[in-house]
């Protein structure tokens, strides 16, 4: 036979471009040849070949916001642990027949005592009715009322106060008032916190699990579909690893293009959730919001969060079709 | 080469479709394989290609004992074996050119080092202007030659075709038998299963196997 190379440009070729070999490396290379087959031997265009490309993209979708979601709640319930863990509160309750003025300071004076404090701050009167406008709202008049009073102690962070000495000279000597360190508050919220990253973790391992079977079920029907290009690459010598690769990166085409509709869509939506998150901080309520669940805004965390699961999905989609069609080669030998 | 003793087969609980099948080919050898409908051309060849186990007898096939082989030493065999199907079994999404590339493909080739030789053959073969048609819109004729382009792009040792000449016209049937000649003579050993005497007649000097109630006879 005569060598045709020349009159390939002719035949309507696309002609790959001369290898650079010293510009891209061995395994980029290798890497391209795996994805770009130049044979397409599972046909790409089929309306199986869409369905599945939908179904992926859902399932990244709800995955990668269960996903965001369990960061979000993580964050907020840190952010809980720091601010709150860093804060306790002396809560000074008006008792007929004591000067609740009097209470307050003698209560300030024996946290000043201890060291471990970096802040004393006493609310007054004015303000502690304050505290209350959000609940009972604005322009009552208070003042029949016995509002209890409070003062913020900050922790210096060390030496660590001696909370047990404060609580007994305040009950010996400040009946009426009360140290909360917020310990149960904390540790309910931290169960909380806990439990609703759970949920989101075993929600996430069923979405990836049903995407699983979806994807095992498309790869039987797909060789199903193709059993006779299965016999013919059989026939002309090809391996069932030969196979089960073609099927792979197949499938793991159709997982790559599901998963990044998918986890494109939830990355829009955690981004605009930041941004109308930050116009409502702005309002009353969106401050008191924020203060109890944290900001709405997805941090870098977050974000490679949801790319690595979109990821994982499209890996798990090749290695599901691939070990389908090795187990179904083998039974078919 | 191939070398059968005794075999038999029977699909199932049925009786034996083939019975006592002893024979051998040897290396750049040519031989027809005939017999009427239904006498199991097709299934002697489908043993030869090991995609049927046979119920008994013996079956080496390059010196390799067919029962022993596993799945990878049955690949590597039958890469040495050029097949063309009575129902051309091309793939209906690839284009002729892929098709015939697909032996090369499997195998690990690069495109560009095998595109000239399978540009060649389709052309030697009359399908010069199909080259990236589908297999749905080439005749019946044109299937038939791609098929056999594609057995023959590997230069396989061994070449099994069921009814090559079944869609072509005389002409044709004629280039295309002298292909298979001149294979053989590059030391191909050719089976050719058909029913048609005029293209036997045509390589007097060929084998003929002949098949009938499930046994083979030879003649020389």
Same mark, same amino acid.
């Given at each position: 036979?005569?060598?045709?190379?020349?009159?390939?440009?002719?035949?309507?070729?696309?002609?790959?471009?001369?290898?650079?070999?010293?510009?891209?490396?061995?395994?980029?290379?290798?890497?391209?040849?795996?994805?770009?087959?130049?044979?397409?031997?599972?046909?790409?265009?089929?309306?199986?070949?869409?369905?599945?490309?939908?179904?992926?993209?859902?399932?990244?979708?709800?995955?990668?916001?269960?996903?965001?979601?369990?960061?979000?709640?993580?964050?907020?319930?840190?952010?809980?642990?720091?601010?709150?863990?860093?804060?306790?509160?002396?809560?000074? =309750?008006?008792?007929?027949?004591?000067?609740?003025?009097?209470?307050?300071?003698?209560?300030?004076?024996?946290?000043?005592?201890?060291?471990?404090?970096?802040?004393?701050?006493?609310?007054?009167?004015?303000?502690?009715?304050?505290?209350?406008?959000?609940?009972?709202?604005?322009?009552?008049?208070?003042?029949?009322?016995?509002?209890?009073?409070?003062?913020?102690? =900050?922790?210096?962070?060390?030496?660590?106060?001696?909370?047990?000495?404060?609580?007994?000279?305040?009950?010996?000597?400040?009946?009426?008032?009360?140290?909360?360190?917020?310990?149960?508050?904390?540790?309910?919220?931290?169960?909380?916190?806990?439990?609703?990253?759970?949920?989101?973790?075993?929600?996430?391992?069923?979405?990836?699990?049903?995407?699983?079977?979806?994807?095992?079920?498309?790869?039987?029907?797909?060789?199903?579909?193709?059993?006779?290009?299965?016999?013919?690459?059989?026939?002309?010598?090809?391996?069932?690893?030969?196979?089960?690769?073609?099927?792979?990166?197949?499938?793991?085409?159709?997982?790559? =293009?599901?998963?990044?509709?998918?986890?494109?869509?939830?990355?829009?939506?955690?981004?605009?959730?930041?941004?109308?998150?930050?116009?409502?901080?702005?309002?009353?309520?969106?401050?008191?919001?924020?203060?109890?669940?944290?900001?709405?805004?997805?941090?870098?965390?977050?974000?490679?969060?949801?790319?690595?699961?979109?990821?994982?999905?499209?890996?798990?989609?090749?290695?599901?079709?691939?070990?389908?069609?090795?187990?179904?080669?083998?039974?078919?030998? | 080469?191939?070398?059968?003793?005794?075999?038999?087969?029977?699909?199932?609980?049925?009786?034996?479709?083939?019975?006592?099948?002893?024979?051998?080919?040897?290396?750049?050898?040519?031989?027809?394989?005939?017999?009427?409908?239904?006498?199991?051309?097709?299934?002697?060849?489908?043993?030869?290609?090991?995609?049927?186990?046979?119920?008994?007898?013996?079956?080496?096939?390059?010196?390799?004992?067919?029962?022993?082989?596993? =799945?990878?030493?049955?690949?590597?065999?039958?890469?040495?074996?050029?097949?063309?199907?009575? +129902?051309?079994?091309?793939?209906?999404?690839?284009?002729?050119?892929?098709?015939?590339?697909?032996?090369?493909?499997?195998?690990?080739?690069?495109?560009?080092?095998?595109?000239?030789?399978?540009?060649?053959?389709?052309?030697?073969?009359?399908?010069? +202007?199909?080259?990236?048609?589908?297999?749905?819109?080439?005749?019946?004729?044109?299937?038939?030659?791609?098929?056999?382009?594609?057995?023959?792009?590997?230069?396989?040792?061994?070449?099994?075709?069921?009814?090559?000449?079944?869609?072509?016209?005389?002409?044709?049937?004629?280039?295309?038998?002298?292909?298979?000649?001149?294979?053989?003579?590059?030391?191909?050993?050719?089976?050719?299963?058909?029913?048609?005497?005029?293209?036997?007649?045509?390589?007097?000097?060929?084998?003929?196997?002949?098949?009938?109630?499930?046994?083979?006879?030879?003649?020389?």
């Amino acid at each position: 036979m005569t060598d045709q190379t020349d009159q390939d440009t002719d035949l309507g070729f696309e002609d790959d471009q001369p290898a650079k070999t010293g510009a891209r490396s061995l395994w980029a290379r290798k890497a391209q040849k795996f994805v770009q087959s130049r044979l397409p031997l599972i046909p790409d265009d089929t309306t199986a070949s869409r369905a599945l490309v939908t179904v992926i993209a859902i399932m990244t979708f709800l995955a990668t916001l269960t996903g965001g979601g369990a960061v979000l709640v993580y964050d907020a319930s840190k952010g809980w642990d720091s601010s709150i863990s860093q804060e306790m509160t002396i809560q000074v =309750k008006p008792v007929l027949g004591r000067d609740v003025e009097a209470d307050v300071r003698k209560s300030a004076e024996l946290a000043r005592s201890m060291p471990g404090f970096s802040e004393i701050r006493a609310f007054t009167n004015d303000e502690s009715t304050k505290l209350l406008e959000p609940w009972l709202g604005a322009g009552l008049d208070l003042s029949g009322l016995p509002i209890p009073r409070l003062i913020v102690l =900050k922790l210096a962070g060390s030496p660590r106060p001696n909370l047990e000495e404060l609580r007994r000279q305040l009950r010996e000597q400040v009946p009426s008032a009360v140290l909360d360190d917020h310990r149960l508050w904390l540790e309910r919220l931290g169960t909380m916190s806990r439990a609703l990253v759970l949920i989101a973790v075993t929600v996430l391992g069923l979405v990836l699990t049903a995407m699983a079977l979806a994807v095992a079920f498309a790869t039987q029907g797909a060789m199903a579909g193709s059993r006779e290009i299965v016999d013919v690459l059989h026939f002309v010598g090809a391996q069932d690893r030969f196979i089960a690769n073609e099927f792979q990166r197949h499938f793991l085409k159709l997982g790559l =293009k599901g998963a990044l509709i998918g986890g494109a869509a939830a990355l829009i939506v955690f981004f605009l959730a930041g941004i109308i998150a930050s116009w409502w901080v702005a309002s009353l309520e969106g401050n008191q919001v924020e203060a109890l669940f944290g900001n709405f805004a997805l941090g870098a965390a977050g974000y490679v969060t949801i790319i690595v699961i979109a990821c994982g999905i499209a890996a798990l989609t090749g290695l599901m079709s691939r070990s389908v069609v090795l187990r179904r080669l083998r039974r078919v030998n | 080469m191939v070398r059968f003793e005794n075999v038999g087969l029977r699909y199932g609980m049925g009786t034996e479709v083939l019975r006592d099948i002893s024979f051998a080919i040897e290396p750049q050898s040519f031989q027809f394989l005939t017999g009427p409908s239904g006498a199991g051309k097709t299934t002697l060849l489908r043993l030869i290609l090991m995609s049927l186990r046979p119920t008994r007898g013996f079956i080496s096939l390059f010196e390799q004992d067919v029962s022993q082989l596993d =799945k990878d030493e049955i690949s590597a065999i039958r890469r040495r074996v050029g097949v063309v199907f009575q +129902d051309f079994r091309l793939l209906d999404h690839l284009t002729t050119y892929e098709n015939v590339a697909l032996p090369l493909f499997v195998q690990g080739q690069e495109d560009r080092s095998y595109r000239a030789q399978v540009v060649e053959l389709l052309r030697w073969v009359g399908l010069g +202007d199909h080259i990236h048609a589908y297999p749905p819109v080439l005749s019946g004729g044109e299937k038939q030659r791609a098929a056999i382009a594609r057995a023959l792009i590997v230069q396989p040792e061994l070449l099994l075709a069921d009814e090559p000449t079944g869609n072509v016209d005389p002409t044709l049937a004629r280039r295309l038998l002298r292909l298979f000649m001149e294979l053989n003579k590059s030391g191909t050993s050719v089976i050719i299963a058909t029913h048609d005497l005029a293209l036997m007649d045509q390589f007097d000097s060929a084998k003929r196997f002949v098949l009938g109630e499930g046994r083979l006879h030879i003649y020389d």
